[in-house]
Every structure is written in structure tokens, then in C-alpha cells.
């Protein structure tokens, strides 16, 4: 069992910049592989980021994790009022060391973190 809690979020004008933090309970983070996803009001659950056990990443925002520390990090920079959702994490145990997009693949979420940018 994995429990996740978000940090970092906030308002922002467009054109700033948010680092989010997950932090994650248990002592196998290094073998799960994370994601950030969000939600805006009135759509659907959206992949954001993802890192792999290896740390391969993909997204459009910058994805990293500190292994040491139980703790995934998202970095936004360029900040658009599109950006504005509320922000999860999400952790899945894999045995294969791939990066997962769909929100279905992950088995662990965090509370959500609420970003909102003014434009």
C-alpha cells in the first residue's frame, strides 16, 4: 500500500512557474512508477507527466524524483490559464519498467492539488 500527498500548489500569473511535490509513504518507491495527471472542471482526468522506475520521463511539463527521499517532483514553467486544474499523483507498481499514460494503469492517487493560474 502506497499513500501519495500532494504539495506546492497555489495562483500564479500566466507566465510563472510551480513546483508540485508527492510524497509517498512505504519503503519501495524506487519501484514504482509515477505520474502527475489533472483535472480541470468539467473534463476529463488528463496525463500530464511520467517517470519510470529508471527515470525515463515523458511529458509536457518536467517530471523527476528523488528516490531517497520518497518524493516525485513536477515542474511547470510558462504557465498558461489552460494550465489551471486540480493536479494528482499516481503511483503504480510495476514489474515493468515502462512509463504508463492512461489513468486506468495507475493503482495508488494522491488527494490532488489545486493550480490555478490568472491570467
Known amino acids: 500500500q502506497v499513500q501519495l500527498v500532494e504539495s506546492g500548489g497555489g495562483l500564479v500569473q500566466a507566465g510563472g512557474s510551480l513546483r508540485l511535490s508527492c510524497a509517498a509513504s512505504g519503503r519501495t518507491f524506487s519501484s514504482y512508477s509515477m505520474a502527475w495527471f489533472r483535472q480541470a472542471p468539467g473534463k476529463e482526468r488528463e496525463f500530464v507527466a511520467a517517470?519510470?522506475?529508471?527515470?525515463s520521463v515523458k511529458g509536457r511539463f518536467t517530471i523527476s524524483r528523488d528516490n531517497a527521499k520518497n518524493t516525485v517532483y513536477l515542474q511547470m514553467n510558462s504557465l498558461k490559464s489552460e494550465d489551471t486544474a486540480v493536479y494528482y499523483c499516481a503511483a503504480k507498481g510495476a514489474t515493468y519498467n515502462g512509463i504508463y499514460y492512461r489513468a486506468q494503469d495507475y493503482d495508488y492517487w494522491g488527494q490532488g492539488t489545486q493550480v490555478t493560474v490568472s491570467s
Open positions: 517517470i519510470s522506475r529508471s527515470g
